[in-house]
């Protein structure tokens, strides 16, 4: 099975920065797409950036200039630098990632558990 563990959430002041990891481990051929999503108490939850295998990232206009994803293929993890935080960035962030189990295999989508942000002085 595959298991995908966020980290580096927490509470930060208007203006800060905070690092979010999330590594994906277990029966894993290759991973394509990761991304990045969050949701906002009330709210749906919203696209905040993605990135490809070959490193081609999208990000959503509220995050650009701001937020930067990244990827690290040797450790499956990806990051998301987030610069000058919000309040209204405040919400849970989730990360996925497109992933074949075996050769040949189709793609499946897996979700971490989640990890919070909160932007507030």
């Known amino acids: 099975q595959v298991q995908l563990a966020e980290s580096g959430g927490g509470l930060v002041q208007p203006g800060g920065s905070l690092r979010l990891s999330c590594a994906a481990s277990?029966?894993?051929?290759?991973?394509?797409?990761m991304g990045w999503y969050r949701q906002a108490p009330g709210k749906q939850r919203e696209l905040v950036a993605t990135?490809?295998?070959?490193?081609?990232?999208n990000y959503a206009d509220s995050g650009k200039g701001r937020f930067a994803i990244s990827r690290d293929n040797a450790k499956n993890t990806v990051y998301l630098q987030m610069n000058s935080l919000k309040p209204e960035d405040t919400a849970v962030y989730y990360c996925n990632a497109a992933i074949k189990l075996f050769r040949g295999s189709r793609e499946s989508l897996f979700w971490g558990q989640g990890t919070q942000v909160t932007v507030s002085s």
């Open positions: 990135i490809t295998s070959g490193g081609n990232t």
């Open positions: 277990g029966t894993i051929f290759s991973i394509n797409a």
